[in-house]
């Protein structure tokens, strides 16, 4: 299914006809807002009584949504989402399409994009707390994994919400990569693959398997990219990571990549 193949017999498919008239009327009174096309997902505002984000995803065919308000219970779905659907359907020309942006913003100036950015962080509130993040360095990413680790050590720890943060810190290492900062990108994937690891043991509790051998198959991918690869901190690395427990470890090849650099041990 394609975003573009949508329309109303869909919803009323997908809805009842009591949340599709309350969602009918909050897209034409423009309660629908901030509307953004990417590729597979619609993104918008909506001004009910509160204020509601929305997002609808299309994977594989599948339809999914999410909306920050608690009317989603027992799988229905809500007049929020389906009033972002009834705006794409009835007005799909009101949305900001991410790839149009994307050619737009080619063709601008590096001047005209940093004023853009500047007036962005001036009107909106918002934009200076993601500008402060993109703005740390190594240490203050590090300093980020410690903190997520702190609040995840205590009675009821909730892993998922400790893996949001973490990847966090992932989208910034790979931010570093991209800038041809590949061996601090490595160490902070050491870094969170060890404090993984290690928070693992002491809880006595699994991280999703995904995210470690995402992390780790990225780690290697530092190594072997990296021409000025500093070989004795990465084999104290990997000593390091050896060191951890085998149940936790046991998805990471670390023999492979010592095999690979010539480690010893
Ligand atoms: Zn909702």
Redesign the pocket.
Known sequence: MRFEELDIETLKHIGTEETNAQARALAQGRRVQNLYRLPNRLLGT?R?EET?Q?EVKIEDDQLSYE??????EGGEV????LALLWAWVEEPGRFLNQTELKDHLKKYSKKELVDIILNLSERVPNVRGILKEEDQGLEDILESIDRVMEETSGDSPALADAENKLRQAQVRADRLAQSGYLAEARSIYFYLLDNILSLEERLQKFFSPELKKELFEEYCQFIHEDRQLEKELVQQEIEQLESRSPTFRSDLDLAEIKRELNLSG
């Open positions: 909506i009910d509601f929305v909306c920050s308000c608690p009317q989603v809500c007049s929020h989402v």
